[in-house]
């Protein structure tokens, strides 16, 4: 079972944050081969665990050096909107450390607005770790 830990001098301010990759999923790959497409290996990235976001989130920076296609759209709500926006979502792979993938997830692209990551790590992510967030300590532990 992979664990990933991580202190920060404030994780208050910082949150939970770990670097991953985010590349096309298996499937996506497997579907192009035969055409003879290959597509973009996966991109190390910043990335947040949020716990208040339901999908796992794009920056459109990293879309684009992924160089992927949409595969459908999703609506969002935000706190900052009052209707649901209808975002472009996309079939990736989320590669951890040591090896450790989740793959063929639905990940939306949303702008994130001058943040220090790329990716927000959703609940469609989380509902296979625990996570624990201890505050006093600044420190985090994700395990799968």
């Known amino acids: ?10 994780l208050a301010a910082v949150g939970p944050f770990i670097q991953i990759a985010i590349g096309p999923s ?14 973009s290996p996966p991109h190390a990235v910043a990335a947040l ?4 976001a339901h999908t796992t989130v794009l920056s ?20 900052s909107t009052t209707s649901s926006l209808l975002c ?5 792979n989320i590669y951890f450390e040591e090896g450790f993938v989740v793959e063929n997830i639905f ?3 949303a702008p994130m607005g001058g943040v220090p990551y790329q990716c927000l790590i959703g609940r469609d992510v989380m509902r ?5 967030y201890d505050g006093p300590a600044n420190q985090f532990v994700l395990t799968f």
């Not at 079972?1 to 404030?10: F, I, L, N, R, T």
């Not at 665990?49 to 208040?52: A, C, L, N, P, Y």
């Not at 296979?128 to 624990?132: G, N, P, Q, Y």
Request: charged share 15%.
């Open 128 to 132: 296979f770790a625990t996570l624990l």
């Open 88 to 92: 472009d979502r996309y079939h990736v």
């Open 26 to 39: 298996r499937e996506l790959i497997a579907a192009f081969a035969p055409l003879g497409v290959q597509l």
């Open 107 to 109: 990940a939306i692209e």
């Open 1 to 10: 079972m992979p664990v990933y830990k991580s202190s920060v001098p404030d």
């Open 60 to 79: 459109p920076d990293l879309v684009t050096r992924l160089g992927i296609q949409p595969v459908g759209t999703a609506p969002i709500s935000t706190l």
């Open 49 to 52: 665990i949020d716990t208040g």
